[in-house]
């Protein structure tokens, strides 16, 4: 039951009155948030039962909340997690990461060959059950390797992955691949990356290009560094400070609004004109070391007004991972005691 509340948030411009839905296990931790639908929340982590945290130590798994309460759907074997989620209506997809050692059906979801390798996992249920659709081929790799960090549902067969070592499409569900030429090095921690449909593609980074015909010719749209996109909307963050919000037009990039405060916008969605962005403060820039999140105050960024002017909460996450935002204006987060919890986003 969603009978809990957690406390009223907001102003005369925002306001969040957040529920309690569930309470993560201990040995949980978060890699990955991804809401679907209403209210439905994937949360991708890995159990780690051991002190030492080290990757090989971790057992990857997609835990669900939905119609039927907390529910853990998928578990991997030692030694994996979880690189990248993404969904479109009942479509969800998944990218495993396997450091291979070598495991039998019954000790996992999967039987594992050695070798380190990425498997791509398919949900046709809004993530209630998985299925493997086999490793991303050797011959699309880079140095044993392709880093996906970024998917795109474009479709129930049409995928797209994006990762350090490239792009590549898939039009029948996952079973094969083959590389798209991208005009974007793929360096950096966040490759923003978003898909309408077979043919309209938005890719983010050191620019911004946009394909009509499924990545065969691009059009530049911008040379600035992009962080977060949703296929309408991007941000980007100045290095002198500040965060502009930009939207997609026929006419290519219009830039509609620069905050002052300087923020790390870690995801963009909108809901008609209304428009949130997750984002950190930055809380200073020393020449020698960089920028320095303050993790401490995760915040919500929403527009009544496409962009235009936006309105700030703080929201009590225990981290930049641990808020998700929904098209449908529904906004998730994960607090220090390891609850999950709702709202619903209200603008005045």
């Not at 960090?149 to 490239?166: D, E, N, Q, S």
């Not at 962080?227 to 990039?253: C, F, H, M, N, P």
């Not at 930049?320 to 994960?334: E, F, N, V, Y």
Request: net charge neutral.
């Amino acid at each position: 039951m969603l009978d809990k509340i957690f406390g009223l948030f907001g102003s005369s411009a925002v306001s969040l009155r957040w529920t309690t839905a569930c309470r993560l296990p201990k040995d949980f931790k978060i890699r990955k948030m991804l809401p679907v639908g209403g209210k439905t929340l994937l949360i991708a982590g890995c159990h780690n039962k051991s002190s030492s945290m080290g990757l090989e130590d971790e057992e990857a798994c997609i835990i669900r909340f939905g119609e039927r309460g907390l529910e853990e759907v998928f578990k991997g074997p030692k030694g994996s997690w979880v690189t990248a989620l993404s969904a479109s209506e009942e479509t969800a997809l998944a990218v495993l990461n396997i450091l291979g050692r070598g495991v039998p059906n019954g000790q996992s979801d999967l039987s594992v060959e050695p070798g380190r390798q990425e498997q791509v996992l398919l949900s046709r249920d809004a993530g209630k059950s998985w299925n493997s659709q086999g490793r991303i081929p050797e011959a699309l790799q880079k140095h044993g390797y392709f880093g996906v960090t970024t998917i795109a549902v474009a479709g129930p067969t049409c995928f797209w992955l994006r990762g350090h070592t490239g792009l590549i499409k898939s039009r029948d569900g996952g079973r094969s691949w083959r590389e798209i030429p991208s005009p974007l090095p793929t360096t950096g921690v966040t490759l923003p990356m978003a898909a309408d449909d077979e043919k309209d593609l938005l890719l983010g980074s050191e620019g911004l290009v946009r394909s009509g015909d499924g990545g065969q010719t691009w059009a530049l749209l911008s040379k600035e560094r992009i962080e977060a996109t949703d296929g309408l909307y991007v941000t980007r963050r100045q290095e002198k400070g500040g965060l502009e919000i930009g939207k997609i037009a026929d006419s290519g990039l219009l830039w509609v609004s620069h905050l002052e405060e300087s923020y790390l916008p870690m995801a963009v969605a909108h809901r008609g004109e209304q428009v949130f962005i997750s984002a950190a403060p930055v809380a200073e820039k020393k020449a020698e070391l960089g920028w320095f999140l303050d993790a401490n105050k995760t915040c919500l960024l929403a527009s009544p007004d496409g962009g235009k002017t936006f309105h700030k909460k703080l929201v009590p996450a225990v981290s930049t991972d641990a808020l998700a935002i929904s098209p449908r204006g529904i906004a998730w987060m994960i607090d220090s005691s390891r609850r999950v919890y709702w709202a619903e986003i209200h603008l005045s």
